[in-house]
């Protein structure tokens, strides 16, 4: 698979190894298991020599284990302790915790946090209740930024020239799949100046629906996306659009009430529809 473009190729200050030795990292899956070197390259677009000097150094760091009877590499310790360690430091997965298992028992529907990673969204945090939504989503799962609705928020939520770039990178990562990906993108920037929430509605998975809204912080972290999905015949679109989105909208504004000590919000008072305007089509528009 094609990787987003890197602009640290002019970078002097870039440490082109050090990357790499990230990339094989990044390259496992929470359910992948074992990886061979072909498999690490194939996902990296990196050649298989490289990736066999760097396999070989990633497992003396004690960052692989080596499964030599299937000449193959899982994740050790050392590496999963700093996920580890990243999301014990992640204040908002915490404090958010419980606002998610409220709105996750009130819906049936899962209820996510995510932080992006490259164009893909990151589950730091999720409250479900044994809920199938036909895939396997737990915390480490990624999912496209472009197509869902937890991505689609994080895109909105980005200060102006952060999106344009993004947008420039998911235009050259999907080529001829581009056009029909930023008409969704386009729709879901006006959901938000209408109503403060975005919609996937089949168009990451055919039988998932999910409402997504991004939260922003003033400690320069983020900004972070929460989702509430379900599969599609639980959550139809009119339920989306009356009462996941609003529901959702209340739930990130009272956690960014409780993490700037204001006064919790209502789901009532979240229905109230925002102005549109023109921005979205613009901003879109540049990025054809």
Not at 49 to 71: A, D, H, N
Not at 107 to 115: D, E, H, Q, R
Not at 164 to 175: D, I, T, V, W
């Amino acid at each position: 698979m094609k990787r987003p473009a890197k602009k640290a190729a002019t970078d002097r200050s870039f440490v082109v190894a050090l990357s790499r030795g990230l990339d094989v990292l990044r390259a496992f899956r929470p359910n992948d298991g074992l990886l061979g070197n072909q498999e690490i390259a194939a996902r990296t677009n990196l050649p298989k020599p490289t990736i066999s000097r760097l396999t070989y150094t990633l497992t003396k760091l004690g960052y692989l284990t080596q499964v030599p009877r299937f000449e193959k590499y899982q994740l050790a310790p050392a590496a999963m302790a700093l996920g580890y360690a990243a999301l014990a430091n992640l204040g908002v997965r915490h404090l958010s915790e419980s606002f998610r298992e409220e709105v996750m028992r009130e819906t049936g529907g899962a209820v996510a946090i995510g932080a992006r990673d490259r164009l893909s969204m990151i589950y730091v945090g999720q409250s479900r209740n044994g809920l199938a939504l036909g895939v396997q989503l737990d915390v480490g799962s990624r999912i496209p930024i472009a197509t869902t609705a937890m991505g689609r928020a994080y895109i909105w939520a980005l200060p102006d020239e952060e999106r344009a770039s993004l947008l420039r990178e998911l235009r050259e990562y999907y080529g001829g799949r581009w056009s029909r990906m930023r008409d969704g993108i386009e729709r879901a920037g006006e959901m938000v100046e209408r109503m403060g929430f975005t919609l996937s509605v089949g168009e990451w998975q055919d039988d998932v629906h999910a409402v997504g809204v991004a939260l922003k912080l003033n400690d320069g972290t983020g900004p972070y996306a929460f989702n509430c999905g379900a599969p599609a015949f639980r959550f139809t679109e009119d339920r989306l659009r009356n009462d996941i989105g609003p529901r959702l909208v209340a739930m990130v504004r009272n956690i960014e009430a409780a993490l700037g000590g204001a006064a919790p919000q209502s789901k009532k008072q979240e229905t109230k529809k925002m102005k549109p305007g023109g921005k979205v089509a613009r901003v879109v528009e540049g990025i054809r």
